[in-house]
């Protein structure tokens, strides 16, 4: 069985270090892939540009994706993910610090499976990350893949 991938699309390095930080202290020890812009994690999905010959057959378990992104913001990303053939089924769940209703309505409209608020406190966010991994990594049932 392939091992279960997470991509982390964040831009505040300051962020992924607590993702990674909390995903190690919850013994989530899943190969983490980190985009840093929209158009990074979208170039990572749909193997373009650097990630070409990567085997587009081997995709994330699930995608925490950021709203506020350089280059390529989260909704666009979200859009194109779920545009994709390859790409639409994939869990995305939405790692924000936005509390906006505007971008919950949005998301949740194009497709994200979860939204998730980012906990200020490190406690909060250790215990989230926890219960993502139980849930997107070991509980949860991904439709079978269907070759494209």
């Known amino acids: 069985m392939p091992e279960k991938i ?12 607590l993702t990674r930080r909390a995903l190690q ?3 989530i020890l899943n190969q983490l892939v980190v985009a840093r812009d929209g158009v990074e994690a979208l170039d990572y999905l749909l193997c373009r540009g650097e990630h070409q010959h990567r085997d587009q057959s081997t995709q994330p378990q699930v995608i925490l994706l950021d709203l506020k992104l350089p280059r390529l913001d989260g909704l666009e990303v979200l859009r194109t993910i779920r545009s994709s053939p390859g790409t639409k089924l994939l869990p995305v769940v939405i790692l924000t610090s936005s509390d906006e ?11 994200a499976n979860s939204y998730i608020r980012k906990p200020v406190d490190f406690q909060q966010f250790m215990e989230a990350i926890h219960q993502l991994g139980l849930y997107w990594l070991v509980l949860n049932q991904t439709p079978p893949t269907t070759g494209g």
Do not use: A, C, F, H
Request: aromatic letters at 4%; hydrophobic letters at 30%.
């Open 6 to 17: 997470i991509l982390l699309v964040e831009d505040n390095p300051d962020d992924v270090l």
């Open 25 to 27: 202290k919850n013994n």
């Open 101 to 111: 209703e505007q971008d919950r309505l949005e998301t949740y409209s194009l497709g």
